[in-house]
């Protein structure tokens, strides 16, 4: 893959003005976004359509859990959106259900494990006794079992996933920040480089670019460390 493939832009803004604002500036810059539940909850179905239709890829993000039947009906419609990824709670029953949805169809679906907003102290108040490191390599063993194509996880758990996943699934890692930036809410986050370098596939980067005055030139930079972590490899 190359920069572009790796790069998933975030959309995570209250509307489809100020969405489509970003694209548009954004232009042939990239071409991979990410339509979360502001979005999703403020039409950003329809826009995920749009972008599809334009030839876009969209990373669908409704980290799903339900009853095994609702899964798999939500799978079998959004297979049909035409997106090319969308998330599931890596508990082993929602997963199974995804797969069988998705089956011979070119929708990756990816695992979630554990929210890169969440530390430990974060997991123990949630009544985890695993350590987020332990809780993401047990998701990630579960993914794999369950025929996923990928998982979501802090960049700071890629390589370890790597080993257990092997080449073929995807690594989709958020909480990217570029050399100098805020982390926000993020607890776990890597610049770019490092991420690839661990083993991240694709990286989902959201405020550093859709809240930059020049949000193409913003774009461009992280492609370029981007490039830099592939040759690093």
Same mark, same amino acid.
């Given at each position: 893959?190359d920069?572009?493939e790796?790069l998933i &832009?975030?959309?995570?803004?209250?509307?489809?003005?100020?969405? %489509? /604002?970003?694209v548009s500036? &954004?232009? #042939?810059?990239?071409s $991979?976004?990410?339509?979360?539940?502001?979005?999703? $909850? !403020?039409g950003g179905l +329809?826009?995920a359509?749009? @972008?599809?239709?334009?030839g876009n890829?969209v $990373?669908?993000d409704?980290?799903l859990l339900?009853?095994?039947n609702?899964?798999f009906?939500g799978v079998e419609?959004?297979v049909?959106?035409g997106v090319?990824?969308t998330t599931?709670?890596a508990?082993p029953?929602?997963?199974?259900a995804a797969v +069988?949805? /998705?089956k011979?169809?070119d929708?990756? @679906?990816l695992?979630?494990?554990?929210?890169t907003s969440?530390?430990?102290?974060?997991l123990?108040h949630?009544g985890? =006794?695993s350590?987020?490191?332990?809780l993401v390599?047990?998701r990630?063993? =579960?993914?794999? %079992?369950a025929?996923?194509?990928g998982v979501v996880?802090?960049?700071?758990e890629? !390589?370890v &996933?790597?080993?257990?996943?092997?080449e %073929?699934?995807?690594v989709?890692?958020?909480?990217i920040?570029?050399k100098?930036?805020?982390h926000g809410? =993020?607890?776990r986050?890597?610049?770019?480089? %490092?991420a690839?370098?661990?083993?991240?596939?694709h990286?989902?980067?959201a405020?550093p670019?859709?809240?930059?005055?020049?949000?193409k !030139?913003?774009? !461009?930079?992280?492609? #370029?460390?981007?490039e #830099?972590?592939?040759?690093?490899?």
């Open positions: 893959m920069a572009r790796r &832009i975030g959309l995570d803004v209250p509307t489809i003005g100020e969405a %489509e /604002a970003v500036a &954004i232009g #042939n810059t990239a $991979f976004y990410k339509i979360g539940y502001q979005l999703v $909850f !403020a +329809e826009l359509r749009d @972008l599809v239709a334009d890829r $990373f669908l409704m980290k339900d009853i095994d609702t899964i009906k419609n959004i049909k959106m090319t990824m599931v709670h508990y029953k929602a997963m199974k +069988e949805a /998705a011979g169809t929708l990756c @679906l695992a979630v494990s554990v929210l969440m530390d430990n102290d974060d123990r949630a985890y =006794q350590t987020t490191g332990d390599m047990k990630a063993r =579960q993914a794999f %079992e025929g996923m194509g996880a802090s960049a700071h890629a !390589a &996933i790597r080993k257990i996943v092997g %073929e699934m995807a989709v890692t958020p909480g920040r570029p100098g930036s805020a809410d =993020q607890k986050v890597m610049t770019p480089a %490092e690839i370098s661990a083993g991240a596939s990286l989902v980067v405020r670019i859709v809240k930059a005055d020049d949000c !030139a913003a774009a !461009a930079q992280i492609l #370029n460390e981007i #830099n972590g592939t040759k690093g490899t």
